[in-house]
């Protein structure tokens, strides 16, 4: 159940960045970078640490999404 959950998960990401790239090419805009994990400011090393934390096995798919939630909006992303 755990592994189908990762899979939606997954699938879900990946949606939802091609529609972000897609988004951002036809506005002219540039192609998002990846995140460095290298020297991040305050901010994102606070979703890192917590990530760090996140035990993803004993997680409900709810709970996976509510904790995604935070980190999001932690990084100030709604």
Same mark, same amino acid.
């Given at each position: 159940?755990?592994?189908?959950?990762?899979? @939606?998960?997954?699938?879900?990401?990946?949606?939802?960045?091609?529609?972000?790239?897609?988004?951002? $090419?036809?506005?002219?805009?540039? &192609?998002? $970078? =990846?995140?460095?994990?290298?020297? &991040?400011?305050?901010?994102? =090393?606070?979703?890192? *640490?917590?990530?760090?934390? @996140?035990?993803? *096995?004993?997680?409900?798919? @709810? =709970?996976?999404?509510?904790?995604?939630?935070k980190l999001k909006e932690k990084l100030?992303?709604?």
């Open positions: 159940m755990i592994e189908r959950a990762r899979e @939606i998960l997954f699938t879900l990401e990946r949606k939802e960045r091609d529609v972000v790239e897609e988004t951002r $090419q036809r506005a002219g805009l540039p &192609a998002l $970078q =990846q995140m460095s994990l290298f020297g &991040a400011a305050p901010r994102e =090393q606070d979703v890192l *640490d917590a990530l760090r934390v @996140i035990e993803v *096995d004993a997680l409900t798919p @709810i =709970q996976a999404l509510n904790e995604l939630a100030g992303g709604g």
